[in-house]
């Protein structure tokens, strides 16, 4: 099965920088996304790794690591409208297989950002 | 552009009642998804799609049936509602299955269900 690690909720200003942690265990990792949902909405696509590093994406960049099951999403800049949930989902494959993009999602981590 | 579209957005039912979500999408995508999420558990797959005609389980499937009779749409059926179904669900495509940034989803609007 899988596992995955995000805090539950994080607060910071406007104009700052946000760090947003995800760790997982799984077998077969075969890739993982950022997806951010506001309140009442549908989630939407922000970001996907499959290999160690850093994706860089205007304010948002995202980084893996492999060997450590790690993961970050790094928000620059923030501003009001960032305040969301940040939803953490790796996708991992069987042996001979594919998932089919069967993710599993963590639980989200709730941003708010204040003025 | 319409995307994924996904009807009703709120429903209530009575427990022992039966109904269908809709969802479309106009994207040509091949794989389908119905997720649903809950307070603290994060979205769970319910069942997914990879082409038309073809369905598959996927983490909480007990208790919904599912239908991909045409390649835009994915049906969710309840036959017995129960308590326990009360969610918000989420009708998804990606474009492939293969991985990479192909299979991110493309999420409908959402429907509120509320089991009595």
């Known amino acids: 099965g899988q596992n995955i690690d995000q805090p539950t909720e994080m607060t910071a200003t406007e104009g700052a920088i946000v760090q947003i942690n995800c760790t997982y265990q799984t077998s077969g990792f075969n890739g993982l996304f950022w997806y951010q949902q506001h309140a009442g909405e549908a989630p939407t696509f922000l970001s996907y790794n499959v290999l160690d590093g850093l994706e860089e994406k205007g304010r948002f960049s995202s980084f893996l690591s492999r060997s450590k099951g790690y993961s970050y999403l790094l928000l620059k800049e923030l501003q009001m409208k960032d305040s969301a949930s940040y939803l953490c989902?790796?996708?991992?494959?069987?042996?001979?297989?594919?998932?089919?993009?069967?993710?599993?999602f963590g639980q989200g981590t709730i941003l708010t950002v204040h003025p | 552009n319409a995307g994924v579209t996904q009807t009703p957005k709120f429903r209530v039912l009575k427990t022992g009642q039966s109904m269908t979500l809709l969802c479309a999408q106009d994207?040509?995508?091949?794989?389908m998804y119905w997720y649903r999420q809950d307070p603290g558990m994060g979205l769970r797959l319910i069942h997914y799609?990879?082409?038309?005609?073809?369905?598959a389980k996927g983490e909480v499937p007990d208790g919904y049936n599912v239908s991909r009779l045409k390649k835009q749409n994915f049906l969710l059926g309840l036959e017995s509602a129960a308590p326990s179904q009360t969610s918000v669900y989420f009708c998804?495509?990606?474009?492939?299955?293969?991985?990479?940034?192909?299979?991110?989803?493309?999420f409908g609007s959402g429907t509120q269900l509320s089991v009595l």
């Open positions: 998804a495509s990606s474009q492939t299955g293969g991985g990479g940034t192909n299979e991110k989803l493309f």
């Open positions: 994207m040509n995508h091949e794989y």
């Open positions: 799609s990879v082409g038309e005609g073809t369905t």
């Open positions: 989902a790796v996708r991992a494959v069987n042996a001979g297989g594919t998932s089919y993009g069967k993710l599993t």
